[in-house]
């Protein structure tokens, strides 16, 4: 299926307005991770260690009715979300505190607080979840673990594959992917979570795979490079070549990560967010930040492409 025509776009030439755009979007990311690191970001109870439950009321509440009560009952720094779906005035309650010195969990602490601060209007619990700060400190490490090894893994199959250059430039595009996606989800003020790191891993992959098609098609043409000697050429028709399988591929993907985000409910819909921005970003880099890569490696080094 081609959604557009023959092109000829000067992707290469556009360059230097892309890295301008990719550096200040991938500073936003470093300087998001060092937030994320020291532990100043929204991290969910996963990482920073907490409890939370999720529960509905059998009457109307407003959230500030149930901030100042569990704050007047000894939890000021709670933090309280309404959950939009089918069951009404249903809440999930997050505090920073996974066990209690007294013998009595902080769940039960906090259902007893809630009866006590509403009497007339039963609260119902429906889950219960509590992290203790060392098991958090472990999943930090498991999950940066985890990410340093796959991009380790992708850095050795592309350069299986292609060419360590190209090892290279999709390794860099990767980070840049991660980056950005994370940087953006800091600026939403997203809770970082488990859910958001296993997106961003999923977004390696895309990415990856995103940027294979792109290589695949500029290794093709390289016979266009040696005949005529002129590898931006070369770069350029590939990727024109490939812009509408491209386009459809993401498009497909974008559309069923939407429905996620929008349908799927709120305990997916951070790694939905998440995905969403990644297909937009992996798309974006594959064109103007991984050839580019390639394109710059090539004109200032004595080994040319064969």
Not at 2 to 30: C, E, P, W
Not at 100 to 105: F, K, L, R
Not at 183 to 203: C, D, H, K, N
Not at 246 to 273: E, H, K, Q, Y
């Amino acid at each position: 299926m081609r959604l557009i025509g023959k092109t000829n776009i000067d992707f290469i030439g556009m360059r230097r307005y892309s890295f301008i755009f990719s550096i200040v979007m991938v500073a936003i990311g470093l300087v998001s991770l060092g937030i994320i690191v020291i532990g100043q970001a929204d991290l969910s109870i996963d990482f920073a260690g907490g409890t939370l439950i999720q529960g509905s009321f059998s009457g109307d509440l407003t959230v500030s009715e149930l901030r100042m009560a569990l704050s007047d009952k000894g939890f000021p720094d709670a933090s309280i979300q309404e959950i939009i779906g089918s069951v009404a005035n249903t809440f999930m309650i997050r505090v920073k505190t996974a066990s209690s010195g007294e013998g009595v969990s902080v769940s039960e602490q906090l259902t007893a607080a809630i009866s006590e601060a509403f009497p007339g209007n039963t609260f119902t619990l429906d889950s219960i979840h509590e992290v203790g700060p060392a098991v958090g400190g472990e999943l930090q490490s498991q999950a940066r673990n985890a990410a340093v090894i796959a991009l380790i893994c992708i850095l050795i199959y592309i350069w299986i594959r292609f060419d360590f250059r190209f090892g290279v430039a999709a390794t860099i595009t990767t980070f840049h992917d991660i980056l950005v996606v994370l940087g953006l989800m800091f600026l939403l003020q997203r809770e970082i979570s488990l859910l958001v790191v296993s997106a961003l891993l999923t977004l390696a992959g895309y990415s990856l795979s995103d940027t294979v098609v792109v290589f695949d098609r500029i290794r093709e043409n390289l016979k266009m490079f040696r005949k005529k000697g002129d590898f931006v050429a070369a770069v350029n028709g590939s990727i024109n070549e490939v812009l509408s399988r491209t386009i459809v591929t993401s498009l497909t993907t974008f559309i069923a990560v939407l429905s996620i985000l929008i349908l799927g409910g709120n305990v997916v819909r951070d790694f939905a967010l998440a995905l969403s921005f990644g297909v937009i970003i992996g798309t974006y880099s594959s064109i103007f930040v991984a050839s580019p890569i390639i394109v710059i490696w090539e004109s200032h080094s004595p080994k040319r492409f064969k």
